[in-house]
Structure formats: structure tokens, C-alpha cells
């Protein structure tokens, strides 16, 4: 499978630029660029698509570029920002790169010029998340337990690009349908961009010792978590309870466990 593109999010007011920056970037090849006509939305932006690189020009109606490098970095102070701009000057560009632009190109855009300064910050971008990416389990009795449980943490583990592995130790045929539990679990593990393990325990018979001990030990050397999430001691559902005991002993290597 080849990788994924680099994301690029560009913002320039002019319509012919923007298609034109997004077409060149685009045919790059290892590059994909979403165009919004102004930075009003920059927050919401960057926060939805998590781009490697921001492009921005500094003319823009209703907010000037430089508020959109402020509002990229007030979000990701690492994320970079290329800004473009017809009326440069020494003078105009030191407060760019002041400003935590990470660099300044002049229009009328040179194509290679365009696409060689993206790649590399992407491609730098890319090697500063694969070094602080987390490795995350989540672990749950039934499916649902672990998206109803934590699946707002798991979201924002996502949006940090955070490997998510997603452990279910049995397909919850005491809770509904065995195929459509089944089936949203995989749906769930899909939105999250998660690895599923989708175990065959019994539900409502899970034990506190092997065979979960075992399994969730299995996923714990294979994945090698530096958090992992469970049930609590404390929940009523007797499956909860075994699967919060068996993890404990599971995961007593790990540093970070919360329930």
C-alpha cells in the first residue's frame, strides 16, 4: 500500500491562484491540497483536516495573514506555515519569519520553488509526528463498552495522530445482534482510524484470569502501549469488572493506565 499523501491546507482569495497552487502541488504526487478562499475558518480548518503544512497568502478579505499564522500557531505552535505575497520586502518578510512563518514565498509563485518548500516542511512535519506519536489500547468487555467509555479520548487521540488499537473481548451477543454489534465495532475502530482486536469470550462469562489475562497480554506485547484505557473496579456488569481485574495484571508494565 503506498503512504498516505501529505495534507495541505491553502488559503488564497484569488480563485485562479488557488487552483493553480493546488493543482501544482497536487501533481507533485505525494502531496493533496484543500483551498479555502479566506482564513476565517483556519481554526476549524486545521483542526478537522490535521495538515502537514498550511499555505497561506497574506492579502486575504476579513483577516490579514499574519492573524491566520497567530491562529494556526495559537492551535500548533510546531504546525508549518508557507505564506505567499505580490508585495514583498525585507522589511515585510523579517516580520513574516518573526511572526513563526516558517517561510516567504514571492508572487508571481515559482511551481518548483512551491512544491519543494511544501515537501520539505511536510516531509519534516511528517518525522516530527511519527517521533511523538503515542501508542494507545483501549479495552473493553462488549463492543460499544470502549466507544461509550472513552470514545471522545480516543477521538482527540486520533486528531494527534495517535495509534489506536481497540481491544473487544467478545461480541456482546447478550446486548443485541452478535453480527450488528460486530459490525459497529468495526465501524467505530474505521472512524478512529484504529486497529480492532474482536475477541470470542463468552459474554456475560468473561473470567478475571486466563484466557483474558493471556489475550490481553498477546495484545500488549504486540502493540506496545504507552497508555491504555479499561473499565473501572467499580461497575456493575460483572464483565466489566473481570475485564478492569485482568487488565491490571495484564498491563502491570505499563505506566499509564486509566479507567
Do not use: N, W
Request: with cysteine; charged share 25%.
Amino acid at each position: 500500500m503506498p503512504p498516505e499523501p501529505y495534507r495541505v491546507l491553502v488559503i488564497e482569495d484569488d480563485p485562479d491562484v488557488a487552483e493553480y497552487v493546488r493543482v501544482v502541488l497536487q501533481r507533485a504526487g505525494d502531496l493533496v491540497a484543500e483551498v479555502r478562499l479566506d482564513g476565517r475558518t483556519v481554526v476549524e480548518d486545521v483542526r478537522r483536516l490535521s495538515p502537514h503544512v498550511v499555505v497561506t497568502d497574506l492579502e486575504l478579505p476579513g483577516v490579514h495573514g499574519l492573524d491566520v499564522v497567530h491562529a494556526v500557531r495559537d492551535i500548533d505552535a510546531d504546525l508549518p506555515v508557507v505564506v505567499m505575497t505580490a508585495h514583498a520586502s525585507v522589511d515585510y518578510a523579517v516580520r513574516a519569519l518573526r511572526d513563526g512563518v516558517s517561510e516567504f514565498l514571492q508572487k508571481p509563485l515559482d511551481s518548483g520553488a512551491l512544491v519543494s518548500v511544501v515537501r520539505r516542511l511536510a516531509e519534516e512535519r511528517a518525522q516530527q509526528l511519527a517521533a511523538s506519536r503515542r501508542s494507545v489500547l483501549a479495552i473493553g468487555a462488549h463492543p460499544d463498552d470502549i466507544e461509550i467509555g472513552v470514545g471522545g479520548a480516543l477521538a482527540a487521540h486520533a486528531a494527534a495522530g495517535d495509534a489506536i488499537t481497540m481491544l473487544t473481548l467478545s461480541r456482546g451477543g447478550r446486548g443485541g445482534s452478535a453480527d450488528d454489534r460486530q459490525h459497529e465495532a468495526l465501524a467505530s475502530a474505521e472512524r478512529l482510524r484504529a486497529r480492532l482486536f474482536l475477541e470470542d469470550l463468552v459474554d456475560t462469562h468473561i473470567p478475571a484470569a486466563d484466557p483474558t489475562v493471556g489475550i490481553i497480554e498477546r495484545i500488549v506485547a504486540e502493540v506496545r502501549p504507552d497508555v491504555v484505557y479499561t473499565h473501572t473496579g467499580h461497575e456493575r456488569h460483572q464483565d466489566h469488572r473481570a475485564v478492569h481485574e485482568a487488565t491490571l495484571i495484564a498491563t502491570r508494565d505499563i505506566a499509564e493506565v486509566a479507567c
